[in-house]
């Protein structure tokens, strides 16, 4: 058996345990670094060739960089460089567009010659586009390298609503579209006064069971919020009531069919009164009808005298 003997290790006297107490050692952190510049100035440390010509040019670089983000100009060197590698929008092809024109698109989004695909942000092209008046829905698709996908569901126009002086187109639902600009809709029905827009489907849609007078309605006007008045194309005013829209255009209906109540000089029809309907005569109307009386008087008195005389 052999028995391992170690050398023991010196023990430092208490002297030499005060002088290294005394000394300043550096934290770890910067044990590493003081190494490193120590090798650095003795030349221990050997930098490969052009070491210097890439720093600075990296530091010049990381300055551009700097200078760009902080004057917001980023963006702007990125859609130049993007595009001088070919990635430049050259063709935006548009589908599901009828009243939204495709140069008001191109404006909308500020596409031109030099615009990336790669920096077009598709979030914020579909806002802008969405944004536009006709536009319902929209869906936006990049296909690299130099095509943009747009396609369009668009509102549709239900009728033309007029409030003070003002046209507008709207939607079933009330809506306003845009404003009317030309003829175009002039086919569309007309519904006027306050309120009139979003109640104008409902009231329209019952009218399909009475086709003949309502090819002849030029406006629907909404009365203070609760009836309807219709007026014609010959001038007529039908006033309807508030309740029992059913009723009051049976009435009409009969006296249109027996009678031709609608082709006579009259200025309304009031239908508003469950129990008797009203006929308003136009102004010349009521005149001849006054000059017929008077003289439909003339002649009885004349008829007494005469009897009264034999």
Known sequence: MFALRGRKARVPTPL????????FILPRPFRRLTRFLVNLGTGRIHFAPYTGTVSVIALYAATGFYGMSLGGHGPEVAKAATSAAGFAIEDVKISGNDQTSEIDILQQLGLDGATSLVSLDIEVA?????????????RIRK??????????????AFGIWQHGSDLSLIEKSGSVIAPLRDNKYAALPLFVGRDAETAAADFYARFADWPEIQKRVKAYVRVAGRRWDLVLDNGVIVKLPEHDLDRAMQVLSTMEEGQQLLERDIA????????RT?????AGAAERRQVALEARTKQLKKIEQQEDSL
Do not use: F, G, H
């Open 16 to 23: 030499e345990l005060a002088e290294r107490d005394a000394q």
């Open 126 to 138: 579909r806002k802008l586009i969405a944004e536009m008046p006709w536009v319902q829905d929209v």
């Open 143 to 156: 296909v690299y390298p130099n095509t943009v996908e747009i396609t369009l569901k668009e509102r549709k």
């Open 268 to 275: 309304a029809v009031d239908l508003r009164l469950e129990d």
């Open 278 to 282: 009203s006929i308003q005569l136009t």
